[in-house]
């Protein structure tokens, strides 16, 4: 059965940093594309970046979050650098096996279970 974890959330100061890790478990994801997305109080989950041979952000990340993958590890991260209250979210990964990665939420198969990251004004 394919699990993925995300780790590293937590509570953060405005301009602090965080990383989070998703580490997949129960098959190899080395062709996969990995994804992160997030979801604030009340509304929709939203893109935040993806990883396959290349990389993808939403605009309201970009210069700031930075994912890499490490496929020895079977783990992705999501580097979080002069994080904002408006970052404040669920963070989930996922995992679209066809390889080609993309910012829609049905292109991924597996997901994990979010993890909370708050940043405090």
């Known amino acids: 059965q394919v699990q993925l974890v995300e780790s590293g959330g937590g509570l953060v100061q405005a301009g602090g940093s965080l990383r989070l890790s998703c580490a997949a478990s129960g098959r190899t994801f080395s062709s996969a594309a990995m994804g992160w997305f997030r979801q604030a109080p009340g509304k929709e989950r939203t893109f935040v970046a993806a990883?396959?041979?290349?990389?993808d952000y939403a605009d309201s990340v970009k210069g700031r979050f930075t994912v890499s993958g490490d496929n020895a590890k079977n783990t992705v991260y999501l580097q979080m650098n002069s994080l904002k209250p408006e970052d404040t979210a669920v963070y989930y990964c996922?995992?679209?096996?066809?390889?080609?990665?993309?910012?829609?939420?049905?292109?991924?198969?597996?997901w994990g279970q979010g993890t909370q990251v708050t940043v405090s004004s």
């Open positions: 990883i396959n041979w290349n990389t």
């Open positions: 996922a995992a679209d096996t066809d390889g080609y990665g993309s910012s829609r939420q049905t292109a991924y198969e597996y």
